[in-house]
């Protein structure tokens, strides 16, 4: 389906997926996820200047940068306002599609954007591996570890997104609670 050119639909698509999410998000994963080539929704182009314009309009809002510079947008009031009086040009496939979508993805998309993971080689051969949990606003866990070598930095790396909850989770149950 060619929604290509249709400037007042495009917009629907980003404020309906803002909805669908439910939480803050950023640029960059608004545009992976309605210009990818699994969910080629609006392209590129177009889906930044809808983002534009809906920020113009008043339909979605950045509250505040985080610690990472990075900006989080969520769908104002408005914005719900408007989706809910003319959704239904979003045709009824393509919503059912982002709904499903989003269901299935939600979760990754939340993480590739709140869990940052890092890691380098020190002057004496050892690594540092650099995690962070991070929502709209603060950072709210970072470590830092220092590993013996690539192999175990890389390890770590590779296993913070899956396991950032559960980590906080235990930190904050052994110091906090």
Same mark, same amino acid.
């Given at each position: 389906?060619?929604?290509s050119?249709?400037?007042?639909?495009?917009?629907?698509?980003l404020?309906?997926v803002?909805?669908?999410?439910?939480?803050?998000?950023?640029?960059?994963t608004?545009i992976?996820?309605?210009?990818?080539?699994s969910?080629?929704w609006i392209? =590129?182009?177009?889906?930044?200047q809808?983002? !534009?314009?809906?920020?113009?309009?008043?339909?979605i809002?950045?509250?505040?940068s985080?610690?990472n510079?990075?900006? =989080? =947008?969520?769908?104002?009031?408005d914005?719900?306002?408007?989706?809910?009086?003319?959704?239904? $040009?979003?045709?009824?496939s393509?919503?059912?599609e982002?709904t499903?979508?989003?269901?299935e993805?939600?979760?990754?998309?939340?993480?590739k954007q709140?869990y940052?993971?890092? @890691? =380098?080689k020190? !002057?004496?051969g050892? @690594?540092?591996v650099?995690? $962070?949990?991070?929502?709209?606003?603060q950072?709210?866990?970072?470590?830092?570890l220092n590993?013996?070598?690539?192999?175990? !930095?890389?390890?770590? @790396?590779?296993?913070?997104?899956?396991? !950032?909850a559960?980590? @906080?989770?235990?930190?904050?149950?052994?110091?906090?609670?």
């Amino acid at each position: 389906m060619d929604l290509s050119g249709n400037t007042t639909v495009n917009k629907l698509i980003l404020l309906f997926v803002f909805d669908k999410m439910e939480i803050p998000l950023t640029e960059n994963t608004i545009i992976e996820m309605c210009s990818s080539r699994s969910t080629p929704w609006i392209n =590129y182009m177009e889906c930044k200047q809808a983002m !534009a314009q809906l920020l113009e309009a008043g339909f979605i809002y950045c509250p505040t940068s985080n610690a990472n510079k990075e900006n =989080y =947008y969520t769908i104002t009031p408005d914005g719900r306002v408007c989706l809910a009086h003319f959704f239904i $040009r979003i045709p009824t496939s393509l919503r059912g599609e982002i709904t499903d979508y989003i269901r299935e993805n939600r979760m990754n998309f939340r993480r590739k954007q709140e869990y940052f993971r890092d @890691y =380098y080689k020190n !002057a004496d051969g050892t @690594y540092t591996v650099k995690l $962070r949990i991070h929502d709209p606003v603060q950072t709210v866990l970072e470590i830092q570890l220092n590993v013996a070598n690539r192999f175990i !930095a890389k390890s770590v @790396y590779q296993k913070w997104e899956e396991k !950032a909850a559960a980590v @906080y989770s235990l930190l904050h149950e052994q110091l906090i609670e």
